[in-house]
C-alpha cells in the first residue's frame, strides 16, 4: 500500500504577515500540514505543488523550511507562478530534485513505494500563465517511455480549463503539447495540480486530473462568462493518493479542520437491517 497527501498553494508570507489581508496563509499552512502528519496510517510522502510563497521572498522560503522540518516523510516540491524556479532551487536545495534542474527549470522524478512521481516545472518567469517548454517536454516522452511504474504527475498550472474565466485566462499555454506527450501512456494515473484554489476533478488526454483546493484561501465558485478574482474561506483540503494491486489509485479528498463525530451507525429501535444479526 502506498499513502501520498497532496497540498497546494500555501501562499507563506514573511512571519507575522497576512496574505491579501485577511489570509492568515501561516497559520493555515501550519494546520494543514498538522493534519497530513496526524494521519493515521502515515503517508509514505508529501507533495506541494507549487505557491509555497506568496511573494518568492527567501523569508517566505524560510518559514517552509521550518514548517517542512516538522515532518518526517519525503517532501516533493515544485514551483508555482508566486514562487520562481531560481529561488525554489536557491532556498529549498535541500529537498528532492531541487538540483536536477535543466533550462532554468527543476524537473525530476521519484519512486515512492508502488507508485513513481513525475515533478514538472511551469514556472514562466514574470507570468501568471504556466508553461512547460519543449526540453521538459521532451524529457517527459523519454521519462514515460522507459517505465511502466503508475506513475502522478504533478505541475501547477492544470492542463484542462476549468470553467473560471479569471483563472482560466492564466492557465498552461502548452497544454496541448502536454497532452500529446501524455495520452499515449497509459500507466499516467493521475495529473495533480493546483493553482485554482477549489477542489475540481477534470478530464485531461484520457487522464483523471485532481487539483487540490489551497491551504489557505479558496478561489470563489463563480461560473459566469465575466466573474471577478475574489476568495473566500471554503475549508482547505487536501488529496489523499491512495495505491494497492486490489484498488489501483484511489484520489480521497480529506479536510484540514475536524468536524463532528465519529458516530456508530445504528438502527432505528425494531428495525432490523437485512443481514444484521445484532437484530
Ligand atoms: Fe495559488
Ligand atoms: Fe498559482
Not at 499516467?188 to 485532481?210: N, Q, S, Y
Request: net charge negative; proline share 7%.
Amino acid at each position: 500500500m502506498t499513502l501520498i497527501a497532496h497540498i497546494t498553494d500555501l501562499h507563506l508570507r514573511p512571519r507575522g504577515l497576512t496574505c491579501y489581508r485577511f489570509s492568515d496563509t501561516n497559520m493555515l499552512a501550519e494546520r494543514a500540514l498538522g493534519a497530513v502528519r496526524a494521519l493515521d496510517p502515515k503517508v509514505d510522502a508529501l507533495i506541494v505543488s507549487g505557491d509555497l510563497t506568496d511573494r518568492d521572498d527567501p523569508r517566505e522560503y524560510a518559514l517552509a523550511r521550518d514548517l517542512f522540518s516538522r515532518f518526517d516523510r519525503p517532501i516533493y516540491l515544485i514551483p508555482g507562478n508566486h514562487d520562481s524556479s531560481e529561488g525554489m532551487r536557491r532556498e529549498m536545495r535541500d529537498f528532492p530534485g531541487m538540483s536536477e534542474t535543466r533550462d532554468g527549470k527543476i524537473f525530476y522524478s521519484a519512486r515512492i513505494g508502488s507508485l513513481r512521481l513525475i515533478a514538472l516545472d511551469s514556472h514562466l518567469s514574470g507570468q501568471s500563465q504556466g508553461e512547460l517548454g519543449d526540453e521538459q517536454l521532451a524529457w517527459l516522452d523519454r521519462e514515460l517511455g522507459h517505465d511502466s511504474t503508475p506513475t502522478l504527475i504533478a505541475l501547477h498550472h492544470p492542463p484542462a480549463l476549468s470553467g473560471i474565466s479569471h483563472m482560466d485566462k492564466i492557465g498552461l499555454v502548452d497544454a496541448d503539447a502536454l497532452a500529446e506527450v501524455v495520452a499515449p501512456h497509459a500507466q499516467v494515473e493521475r495529473l495533480i495540480c493546483g493553482h485554482l484554489h477549489r477542489p475540481i476533478i477534470a478530464g485531461f488526454a484520457g487522464k483523471i486530473m485532481t487539483l487540490a483546493p489551497s491551504t489557505g484561501h479558496q478561489v470563489v465558485l463563480d461560473l459566469s462568462e465575466h466573474g471577478p478574482p475574489m476568495f473566500n474561506f471554503e475549508p482547505p483540503a487536501y488529496f489523499l493518493h491512495y495505491h494497492s494491486d486490489k484498488t489501483g489509485v484511489v484520489s480521497h479528498l480529506a479536510y484540514v479542520e475536524n468536524f463532528p463525530g465519529p458516530h456508530h451507525f445504528f438502527a432505528d429501535p425494531g428495525v432490523t437491517w437485512p443481514g444484521d444479526e445484532r437484530g
